[in-house]
């Protein structure tokens, strides 16, 4: 994984779902970071995916993914 830091919009990392909720499965992608891919859902926790980094908050150490 990444340090988010580093991260940049519209690099593609590999993350570990971390939890999945109605509107959407966060994922682990980056140093102890979850980002959101919106409304996805299906996904096992634990399961390995990659995604593309579509928006990121420095600020509040947050990103929106999308299935890459």
Avoid: Y
């Avoid at 988010?4 to 102890?32: C, K, M, N, Q």
């Avoid at 926790?45 to 509040?60: F, Q």
């Amino acid at each position: 994984m990444s340090r988010f830091e580093d991260l940049s919009i519209g690099d593609v990392v590999v993350g570990e779902v971390s939890g999945v909720v109605p509107f959407g499965t966060f994922v682990r992608f980056a140093d102890g970071v979850d980002g959101l891919l919106h409304g996805v859902t299906g996904l096992q926790v634990g399961a390995a995916v990659t995604v593309r980094v579509l928006d990121k908050d420095a600020e509040r150490r947050r990103a929106s993914l999308a299935l890459a």
